[in-house]
Nanobody, 116 residues
Framework: QVQLVESGGGLVQPGGSLRLSCGAS????????MRWYRQAPGKERELVAT????????NYAESVKGRFTISRDNAKNTVYLQMNSLKPEDTGIYYC?????????WGQGTQVTVSS
């Protein structure tokens, strides 16, 4: 059974940091690219960051470049999103996504709230 389980969300003040984790099981994690998406209230889900299956190539939305870092540990079947200098507009539910060709798996999401 495929599972993606996000953790690490919470309430943080503007300028603070959080590290999200996404643990994977039920598929060959090291063969899949991984992405983090987020969805703010009343808005569409948007792509935040992408990492290839090897971890060698990463890509970021312009809005998070220089502040967020995606990484992965294939030995632990886990992908991470380090979020620094958080802003109120980073608030939303963060989802991890595994992709390989047309195959896509989703986690349930973790809430991130940036507020003073």
């Amino acid at each position: 059974q495929v599972q993606l389980v996000e953790s690490g969300g919470g309430l943080v003040q503007p300028g603070g940091s959080l590290r999200l984790s996404c643990g994977a099981s039920g598929f060959t994690f090291s063969s899949y690219g991984m992405r983090w998406y987020r969805q703010a209230p009343g808005k569409e889900r948007e792509l935040v960051a992408t990492i290839t299956n090897s971890g060698r190539i990463t890509n970021y939305a312009e809005s998070v470049k220089g502040r967020f870092t995606i990484s992965r540990d294939n030995a632990k079947n886990t992908v991470y999103l380090q979020m620094n200098s958080l802003k109120p507009e980073d608030t939303g539910i963060y989802y991890c996504n595994a992709f390989l060709g047309s195959i896509k798996y989703w986690g349930q999401g973790t809430q991130v709230t940036v507020s003073s």
